[in-house]
């Protein structure tokens, strides 16, 4: 069965630094593409960066610059650096699994997500 | 980029009704065009894929269609675990997997 588990959420102050982590289960990471997907309070979902199988990242343009994904196929697990957090990056962080079906993208499972809050 | 708009932005639905939501895209995107249903404090769902491909184990009762830019997300009828925030998302130009705005379903 496919999980995937999100931890390392918290408060921190504006300027700060966080990991996100998201532990993988059923498959294997490195296999498929994988994204981050954040959703800010009473808001819709947004897109925020994307790791292919092949290891080449891609970024929203609200992010770039300040987040790093990465995954350890040894942990099966993927992260997301956040640096020079700001106010507006406050939001539940998902990570989800990508799959192409018939030759289409999509992202089939989700995991429960991670909370950020970022205050003074 | 490529953008995408939903429409409307929240309707109101009884139980047994037939619903439809609208997305379009700022161009075409031929039929890469996914759904996905939210529920409060849960992650999305994939329910549908290239307009139209329902995902395993979502009911039948929901259905998608369209090409090009406009899409839409069909449910025959309303079932109290329906109620839900609905997004699409196209996959045609990636990266970004722009989402639109989201409709939120309530009950009547």
């Known amino acids: 069965e496919v999980q995937l588990v999100e931890s390392g959420g918290g408060l921190v102050q504006p300027g700060g630094s966080l990991r996100l982590s998201c532990a993988a289960s059923g498959f294997t990471v490195s296999s498929t593409y994988m994204s981050w997907v954040r959703q800010a309070p009473g808001k819709g979902l947004e897109w925020v960066s994307v790791?292919?199988?092949?290891?080449?990242?891609s970024y929203a343009d609200s992010v770039r610059g300040r987040f790093t994904i990465s995954r350890d196929t040894s942990k099966n697990t993927l992260y997301l650096q956040l640096s020079s957090l700001r106010a507006d990056d406050t939001g539940v962080y998902y990570c989800?699994?990508?799959?192409?079906?018939?030759?289409?993208?999509?992202?089939?499972?989700w995991g429960q997500g991670t909370l950020v809050t970022v205050s003074s | 980029d490529i953008q995408m708009t939903q429409s409307p932005s929240s309707l109101s639905a009884s139980v047994g009704d037939r619903v439809t939501i609208t997305c379009r895209a700022s161009q075409s995107i031929s039929s890469y065009l996914n759904w996905y249903q939210q529920k409060p404090g849960k992650a999305p769902k994939l329910l549908i894929y290239a307009a139209s491909s329902l995902q395993s184990g979502v009911p039948s009762s929901f259905s998608g269609s369209g090409s090009g830019t406009d899409f839409t997300l069909t449910i025959s009828s309303l079932q109290p675990e329906d109620f839900a925030t609905f997004y699409c998302q196209q996959t045609y130009s990636t990266p970004p997997y722009t989402f639109g705005q989201g409709t939120k379903l309530e009950i009547k």
């Open positions: 790791i292919y199988s092949g290891g080449s990242t």
């Open positions: 989800a699994r990508g799959e192409v079906s018939s030759g289409h993208e999509n992202f089939d499972y």
